[in-house]
């Protein structure tokens, strides 16, 4: 029978990558001022939720497969160290911001976790689980669409050229990464960017089932939820409200 909870050993893990954390650095990647105070609120409650939803992954992943992270910063430490310890599994998470990369790897020197600064459309192999949260709806990159995704756009300023073109993107890279999951699969996704999975799963043909469980996560703020791909007899089944 799977544990409930995960190991003392990992949670130490976790603790000690948290601590060695360089958070004087991370404070230019998170924000453009007061990232201080940022990291002395959200750096617990990074920890603690991050932890939850790890111990939550590892029941769903089997010993020994392999992860991709697309997007992967503070936030997915906590699974990724839960995912090699718990289960001896090969992780990759990317990440385009190089500096945070370089603080992540530092943290985790001592430990088989290996972020890489690269598009992770490069990574190579087939992976069972997925792992994309708060990537496709991120305001920073997709200005124009991520309105839409948090259900706040103005329809006096929304412009519907812009959004066309960062919705291309978005599809585009959606379009790269799913083929990398093997079926069947799981995705770790935000709420907002189920949608994007679905949509892809009904290009393809191929059923998921999003299940209802949601853990809230503490950096962006964007809840998270898993969803099985493949190998299901049940036909595509949409999330309430999904229009795709
Ligand atoms: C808003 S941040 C979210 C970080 C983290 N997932 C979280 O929830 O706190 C979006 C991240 O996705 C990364 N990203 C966007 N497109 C990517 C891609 N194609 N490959 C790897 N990383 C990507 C960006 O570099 C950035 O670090």
Redesign the pocket.
């Known amino acids: 029978m799977p544990r409930k909870s995960i190991l003392n050993s990992t949670r130490r893990a976790i603790t000690s990558v948290f601590d060695h954390l360089d958070y004087k650095r991370l404070e230019s990647?998170y924000c453009y001022e007061g990232g201080d105070e940022f990291w002395r609120k959200k750096r617990e409650p990074?920890r603690r939720l991050g932890t939850k939803v790890a111990e939550v992954l590892v029941r769903k992943l089997s010993h020994s497969g392999r992860s991709l992270?697309?997007?992967?910063?503070?936030?997915?430490l906590p699974a990724l160290l839960a995912e090699v310890i718990e289960l001896q599994r090969q992780v990759a998470p990317?990440?385009?911001?190089r500096s945070?990369v370089t603080v992540l790897n530092r943290a985790c020197r001592s430990l088989p976790v290996k972020f890489?600064a690269?598009?992770?459309?490069?990574a190579s192999g087939l992976f069972d689980h997925l792992?994309?949260?708060?990537?496709l709806n991120?305001?920073?990159?997709f200005p124009h669409l991520a309105p839409l995704s948090y259900g706040n756009a103005d329809p006096v300023t929304f412009d519907p050229h812009q959004f066309e073109q960062q919705r291309r993107v978005v599809r585009s890279?959606v379009d790269?990464?799913m083929p990398k999951l093997s079926l069947p699969g799981l995705v770790t996704t935000?709420t907002e960017e189920v949608i994007w999975i679905a949509d892809w799963c009904h290009r393809k043909n191929i059923p998921y089932r999003v299940e209802r469980e949601q853990f809230p996560?503490a950096?962006?703020g964007?809840p998270v939820c898993f969803i099985k791909i493949g190998g299901l007899e049940t036909n595509n089944r949409k999330p309430k409200g999904t229009k795709v």
């Open positions: 990647v990074c992270y697309v997007g992967a910063g503070v936030t997915e990317y990440n385009l911001r945070e890489r690269q598009d992770a459309s490069l792992w994309i949260v708060s990537v991120d305001p920073e990159r890279i790269r990464v935000s996560t950096l962006v964007d």
